[in-house]
Nanobody, 121 residues
Framework: QVQLVESGGGLVQAGGSLRLSCAAS????????VGWFRQAPGKEREFVAR????????YSTTSVKGRFTVSRDNAKNTVYLQMNFLKPEDTGLYYC??????????????WGQGTQVTVSS
C-alpha cells in the first residue's frame, strides 16, 4: 500500500503561482510513476502531468505545457507540481496518484484525497 497526501492548494489570482506537494508513505514510493489529475465541478477528472519512477521523464498535457512542471524527490518521498501563470480554467480539485503511469486514471493504483486550487480572474 502507498498512502498519498496532497498539500499546497489555495486561492490565487490569475497569473499567480502555486506549488503542490504529494507526500507518500508506505511501500517503496520510488518504484512508482506519479501522475497529477484535476477535476473541475461538473467535469470529468483529467490528466495534468506525470513523472516516471526515477524522475527522468515527465509529460504534461498540452494546456499546461510551459506553465506547469512536475518533479520528484525520492529521498523525501515527495512529488511536486509547480504551477505558474495560473488561469481561471486551472481551477479544480488536484489529485496525485501512484502507479504504472500513463494518461488514464485507471492506470494508477493509489490516490490522495485531493487539494483545491481556485484561480480568480
Amino acid at each position: 500500500q502507498v498512502q498519498l497526501v496532497e498539500s499546497g492548494g489555495g486561492l490565487v489570482q490569475a497569473g499567480g503561482s502555486l506549488r503542490l506537494s504529494c507526500a507518500a508513505s508506505g511501500r517503496t514510493f520510488s518504484d512508482y510513476a506519479v501522475g497529477w489529475f484535476r477535476q473541475a465541478p461538473g467535469k470529468e477528472r483529467e490528466f495534468v502531468a506525470r513523472i516516471v519512477s526515477n524522475g527522468g521523464t515527465t509529460y504534461s498535457t498540452t494546456s499546461v505545457k510551459g506553465r506547469f512542471t512536475v518533479s520528484r524527490d525520492n529521498a523525501k518521498n515527495t512529488v511536486y507540481l509547480q504551477m505558474n501563470f495560473l488561469k481561471p480554467e486551472d481551477t479544480g480539485l488536484y489529485y496525485c496518484a501512484a502507479g504504472l503511469g500513463g494518461l488514464n486514471f485507471n492506470q494508477y493504483d493509489y490516490w490522495g484525497q485531493g487539494t483545491q486550487v481556485t484561480v480568480s480572474s
